[in-house]
C-alpha cells in the first residue's frame, strides 16, 4: 500500500494499525456496508478498489438477476468516501493513526452523481476510486463500477465534507 507522493522521495507506507481500522470502520463500523458485503481489495492514496458480491438480497430486476441502481449508487458513495480517507491518510501521515482515523467521523457526502451505463449482471463486481483534489474542507472524487468481465457499468463523482 504504497505511493509515490509529487514532491516525496519515498512512497507513503501506511501502517497496518491504520489499514486494520480503516477496513474495520469501513467493512464492520458502517453497517449498510456489511448488507451490501462491501469489502476492501486494495488501499493505496491514488486509489482505492472494493468488491461486491452478488447475492438474492441485492437484486434490483428480479427476470434478469440485475444489481439494484442503488446498491450501485451506495456502493460507489462508499468507495469515494473510502479513497478521501485513504488521500488524507496519507496527507497527514505525521499524525498517529488513531488520530489520522479519527478524522473520518466528520466526512459525509454533500453531492453524488451517477451514470448507469450497462446493466448490472455478474457475479461480483469491483468498485474504484481516486480523490481528484483534497481541500480543507471538501473532497472531490470520482468512481467506477465493473462487471466480472472488466466492462464499465457505472460511472460516478461526488463531493465530500471532511471538516
Not at 514532491?7 to 448488507?35: C, M, S, T, W, Y
Not at 474504484?128 to 483534489?133: F, S
Request: hydrophobic share 45%; glycine share 8%; net charge neutral.
Amino acid at each position: 500500500m504504497e505511493r509515490m507522493t509529487k514532491n516525496a522521495k519515498h512512497p507513503v507506507q501506511f501502517e497496518p494499525e491504520f489499514v486494520e481500522g480503516l477496513r474495520d470502520i469501513f467493512e464492520e463500523k458502517i453497517v449498510f456496508n456489511q448488507i451490501l458485503g462491501l469489502k476492501i481489495v486494495t488501499l493505496l492514496p491514488e486509489q482505492v478498489v472494493a468488491r461486491i458480491d452478488m447475492k438474492p438480497e441485492l437484486v434490483g430486476h428480479y427476470a434478469y438477476n440485475r444489481l439494484h441502481g442503488g446498491v450501485i449508487s451506495a456502493g460507489l458513495d462508499a468507495t469515494g468516501a473510502l479513497a478521501v480517507m485513504a488521500t488524507s491518510g496519507a496527507r497527514h501521515m505525521d499524525e498517529a493513526p488513531a488520530q489520522r482515523l479519527h478524522r473520518f467521523t466528520k466526512l459525509g457526502t454533500i453531492d453524488l452523481r451517477v451514470d448507469y451505463l450497462r446493466p448490472a449482471i455478474g457475479s461480483h463486481f469491483e468498485l474504484r476510486a481516486e480523490v481528484l483534489r483534497l481541500g480543507s474542507r471538501v473532497a472531490s472524487t470520482r468512481m467506477e463500477l465493473f462487471g466480472p468481465d472488466g466492462q464499465l457499468l457505472s460511472v460516478g463523482a461526488a463531493a465530500y465534507i471532511v471538516s
